[in-house]
């Protein structure tokens, strides 16, 4: 009997980018989407939070940093969960907040710290902005999957049932 290798495709999970940001109230709303989304497929939707922080939003660069630094950490959903849950309190309160919430989860907050003032993760968040810049991302929450944009930051009526469809197609292929 032979076993699939790692690199088959039947192995392989259907990946859905969601272009956000940890300041914006709408991807704070799509989080109910997500977690739909994760409990219907589990490991088979491989779920990737990507960085597209906005002008308007003063702190959005340094919480997408954050984000990276904790998933470093190996807290990065729950740090966006929590980060998200507070989009008000982020813009009074900045970099601040970023280092609370780290140690409310239990993380490094002196290395978050750390990782806000030297920038080590400054390449992963303006790679990708520049990435979805160039396959037209325009506003958060913006997601891809299968190779559709489905942009969310004017509405997200519908998207769920949308991804949903697409997710389906990819991951259950007819015979």
């Given amino acids: ?56 939003h003063k702190h959005a660069l340094a919480a997408a940093q954050a984000f990276e630094e904790a998933f470093a950490q190996g807290a990065a959903w729950p740090y966006a969960e929590a980060v998200l849950a507070r989009v008000e309190d982020l813009d009074r309160q900045g970099e601040q907040l970023l280092i609370d919430v780290a140690r409310q989860l239990g993380l490094d907050a002196d290395e978050m710290d750390t990782a806000l003032i030297d920038g080590r993760h400054l390449l992963i968040v303006d790679s990708d902005q520049a990435e979805g810049r160039a396959i037209g991302v325009t506003g958060t929450p913006t997601y891809v999957i299968g190779g559709e944009l489905l942009d969310g930051s004017k509405t997200q009526e519908g998207l769920l ?11 259950t292929p007819e015979p």
């Fill in 1 to 56: 009997m032979t076993h699939p290798s790692p690199a088959s495709p039947a192995l392989r999970p259907v990946v859905l980018d969601v272009w956000c940001e940890l300041q914006c109230p709408d991807c704070r709303t799509a989080l109910d989407d997500v977690a739909a989304l994760r409990e219907r497929y589990g490991d088979a939707l491989a779920i990737q939070l990507r960085h597209f922080p906005l002008e308007k």
């Fill in 161 to 171: 049932a949308r991804i949903t469809a697409i997710a389906d197609t990819l991951i």
